[in-house]
């Protein structure tokens, strides 16, 4: 494990190096595109005065020669063959410019899921480093708080590491591509080529509001902000409708019981569960339904999520999960059910889709809250 862990963190160095050379490409490739504009502007200049010369000298043949006629045409063909050559230049430019820009995408996912990768071998083989019947007992009778608190602390830390690379490889980058690209705008608005403006800025636009995406799903990643002002079943059922329009994934979310507001944590704890559990069927079932249901009772809450999958055999995936090969996220929902004293059970089987159920008890002292 601690050799894979290695690897994988090679692979990432490795990828992070791609990044950087892709990203100065980019960046020179950028460059190239000012400078290839500003050639056409002056080539387009020439190339009308060479036009405008040779219907002067073609017109008044008392005073220029045929020579003067051929020199004037050979002229304006050359600077007409040069603005061809400098357009299509452009073009192949803007081109790589788009290429280089969605591979620079991809290897940010790929190093985005190599370091998540990594984090989840380093929690998986802190586990297997220690003393597991010395664990086992205390989570069992809950009484190591120093044991608690350090993994609480180190989800913290994984979180902001998560969110500083979201910020850097996200709205960062993207604010750094739209000043590069508004100096380019800058430049041709300067020279009247208002329709390149145009598009430039309808290109920029586009990032903008790619940007403006990924702010707003880092902020909601941190915290659904109507947890707090709405309440636990309307945030739900906003969500349920986002993944609907973004997976195409029809849900059909239930409600039983009367609903009570839960104390913040638990709240939180119900959505999270709810939100990995949509994930996974997305990633891995190749569902095309699914259905979430929220029971409310007075000493507990019971989730029910099932869908139409491709489904899985429960004990080959249990094994994985034992052996820290996958299943990461089914992994981390046991793991918030038990911090929360409740149970989980999964039902399926190949080509049957799945079903999990997750029963969170409430005490007396949580409702007071």
Not at 180 to 196: N, P
Not at 259 to 273: I, K, N, T
Not at 337 to 343: A, M
Request: charged content about 35%; proline content about 2%; hydrophobic content about 40%.
């Amino acid at each position: 494990m601690q050799t894979s862990k290695y690897q994988i963190f090679e692979i990432c160095e490795s990828a992070r190096g791609e990044w950087g050379a892709l990203n100065n490409e980019l960046h020179q490739v950028m460059e190239e595109v000012a400078r290839t504009i500003d050639e056409v502007d002056r080539l387009e200049v020439e190339y009308k005065r060479s036009r405008i010369r040779l219907t002067e000298v073609s017109r008044d043949f008392h005073r220029f020669k045929e020579e003067d006629i051929r020199i004037a045409y050979e002229a304006a063909t050359q600077m007409q063959l040069q603005l061809i050559m400098a357009r299509e230049k452009e073009h192949h430019l803007r081109l790589r410019r788009d290429e280089l820009q969605k591979r620079l995408r991809n290897v940010d996912k790929t190093i985005e899921r190599a370091e998540a990768l990594v984090g989840q071998m380093n929690v998986v083989h802190e586990y297997l480093s220690g003393d597991l019947n010395q664990v086992t007992r205390i989570l069992e009778s809950a009484k190591n708080r120093q044991l608690l608190g350090l993994k609480i602390i180190l989800a913290q830390e994984e979180e902001r590491k998560r969110i500083a690379r979201e910020i850097h490889d996200g709205p960062a980058q993207a604010m750094a591509n739209m000043v590069l690209r508004s100096e380019i705008a800058e430049r041709m608005l300067a020279r009247q080529d208002y329709e390149s403006v145009k598009a430039e800025l309808s290109d920029l636009k586009t990032q903008v509001r790619l940007g403006l995406e990924e702010v707003r799903k880092i902020i909601f990643n941190l915290r659904p902000m109507a947890l707090d002002d709405l309440g636990l079943i309307p945030t739900l059922r906003k969500y349920v409708q986002d993944f609907e329009d973004r997976t195409k994934i029809r849900v059909k979310f239930e409600v039983i019981g009367v609903e009570a507001r839960l104390p913040s944590a638990m709240e939180v704890a119900v959505f999270r569960l709810i939100q990995e559990a949509l994930a996974n069927v997305w990633k891995h079932s190749k569902a095309t339904h699914t259905h979430v249901q929220l029971t409310y009772q007075k000493q507990m809450v019971q989730i029910v999520v099932k869908d139409n999958g491709v489904g899985f055999a429960v004990d080959k995936m249990e094994a994985k999960i034992k052996r820290g090969n996958a299943h990461f996220g089914i992994m981390g929902m046991r793991e918030r059910v038990e911090l929360l004293e409740g149970r989980m059970e999964i039902v399926s089987e190949p080509d049957a889709g799945a079903k999990v159920t997750m029963v969170i008890p409430i005490r007396l002292e949580q409702r007071e809250e």
